[in-house]
């Protein structure tokens, strides 16, 4: 039994890598056809609208960047299904798994790239990077900046190669902050990494050149918005509403503490590897040196944005700093416990523990499939759209309360206004009263309100339920239609 135990132990590190590797893409299909979330609802919504002639912030209204609406309207040009979209996101996270690869065998060794996009791809799974979200651009992009950090620093490049790399490096700043505001958090990595290790002059160089590439690429934005009359839009629902004193607040301090152990909890053998690095740091910066500082302090800028919300999919963007600085714990532990494992307890005590730490990693993702596989979700969205369409014509408008804009993508109808759906950012701007104005004025023939309603928005569900009579019930959905005789 010992000596079976320890082929196992000794086994080719590759076949398990692909065997892993499989297993990862297999359940990534099944996540394919989640049900479509919130956030993912108006990414859709925002590109058909795109495709139909509304320019976002003048037609519809969002609070993201224009890039992940671009980048929807553009695969929804070629198959008109959340499917097509995701497969994009799919490409975008396997692009980033290869590039921390490449990033980590060059600078780090093979088995640390191989354990690093591995872990990405698995962390996506958990980290609810399967939607269309922002967030796995700003990682496309971080892992960008790291790899041509990396570049920059060698000896072996020329000083006129190592400003084009440092405009590359503003380039891919300037394209994370053209999906998701936060991924200017990247430039703060690299400036911090320039103010130990430069000069003045030598930080003003490529510091200047950093900022030169970010700034040519949001501006080029920016100036498209000018020439279409939309800057002052775009400005204020992509930049002021986020502002301290706007009306899209960062949560409280029990909500950022309570949403960072959920979400540890949410793959604890990541986050378990990070902490070995972290309190066994020695041997890995002695022998990486600046390429290892260069990598935490862009994982601690990455992580900066995490205060503002405790949702999942925030994890994203530091997931690549994280799997990568983990993949390094784990080469440099295994190395270091691998001699110890012929005695008698150390293997299973490590097996153990490997177990207990995938645990919640396993039932997350077994639930998430169980549920996909059940299909309910799926089908009350998509029977409420059938229902919609057959009830109404193109040309009318809806009312979809609180925040779900896939009621009207899945409907192929507009909503009775810009706002595309109504969540406590919008208060300055939209609220109870604007709501039941709104809904007096285009008089909309259906009103969809997904159970419960919410808090904010109770006086506007009220007033529907006064005005219109409940004429389906589909899941947590209430289709109402106009009553003419009240009540």
């Not at 509304?54 to 299904?81: C, E, M, Q, R």
């Not at 505001?181 to 430069?198: K, N, R, S």
Request: hydrophobic share 45%.
């Amino acid at each position: 039994m010992r000596k079976t135990a320890l082929k196992i132990y000794r086994y080719s590190g590759d076949y398990a890598a692909h065997l892993l590797l499989a297993g990862v893409l297999l359940v990534y299909a099944v996540f394919l056809f989640e049900t479509v979330s919130r956030d993912e609802g108006a990414f859709l919504l925002m590109g058909q609208g795109i495709l139909d002639g509304v320019t976002p912030y003048l037609g519809y209204v969002d609070h993201k960047p224009p890039g992940i609406y671009y980048f929807s309207a553009a695969l929804l040009s070629v198959y008109d299904s959340p499917i097509s979209v995701r497969l994009g996101v799919l490409l975008i996270n396997t692009a980033t798994a290869a590039g921390l690869f490449l990033v980590g065998r060059e600078q780090f060794g093979e088995r640390v790239g191989t354990a690093s996009a591995l872990i990405y791809l698995s962390g996506i799974l958990l980290y609810q990077g399967f939607y269309v979200l922002t967030e796995q651009f700003v990682a496309l992009f971080g892992v960008a900046v790291l790899f041509l950090l990396y570049e920059a620093r060698s000896p072996d490049v020329s000083g006129r190669e190592r400003v084009l790399l440092h405009l590359g490096i503003g380039v891919c700043v300037g394209l994370s902050i053209v999906f998701k505001q936060t991924g200017g958090a990247l430039a703060i990595g690299a400036v911090a990494l320039y103010t130990f290790t430069e000069s003045l002059g030598g930080f003003l160089r490529k510091v200047g050149a950093m900022g030169i590439g970010a700034t040519v690429t949001v501006g080029a934005v920016a100036g498209a918005y000018y020439l279409a009359g939309g800057l002052p839009e775009l400005l204020h629902w992509v930049v002021l509403i986020h502002l301290p004193g706007g009306s899209y607040g960062a949560a409280g301090l029990r909500g950022i503490l309570r949403g960072i152990l959920s979400n540890v909890f949410r793959f604890p053998m990541l986050w378990a590897l990070v902490a070995l690095g972290v309190f066994g740091h020695g041997r890995s910066s002695r022998a990486y040196g600046e390429r290892y500082y260069a990598l935490v302090l862009l994982g601690i800028a990455s992580a900066l944005p995490l205060v503002v919300r405790g949702y999942p999919h925030y994890w994203i963007q530091i997931l690549p700093f994280a799997s990568l600085f983990g993949s390094i714990a784990l080469v440099d532990h295994h190395d270091a416990i691998r001699p110890r494992a012929r005695a008698r307890v150390v293997l299973p005590l490590l097996a153990l523990v490997l177990v207990v730490l995938l645990i919640p990693s396993g039932a997350i993702v077994a639930q998430g499939g169980a549920d996909i596989l059940a299909g309910d979700d799926i089908r009350d969205d998509y029977r409420v759209g059938e229902y919609v369409r057959g009830e109404t014509d193109p040309s009318e408008r809806l009312l979809a309360l609180t925040a779900e804009p896939k009621v009207y993508y899945l409907s192929d109808r507009r909503p009775i206004g810009e706002n595309i759906y109504y969540l406590p950012a919008n208060r300055g701007n939209y609220n109870n009263s604007t709501i039941i104005e709104k809904v007096d004025v285009v008089e909309p023939p259906l009103v969809i309100i997904r159970t419960p309603c919410r808090d904010y928005v109770e006086t506007a569900c009220a007033y529907v339920r006064s005005n219109y009579d409940v004429t389906r019930r589909l899941g947590p959905y209430r289709i109402y239609e106009r009553d003419t005789g009240g009540g």
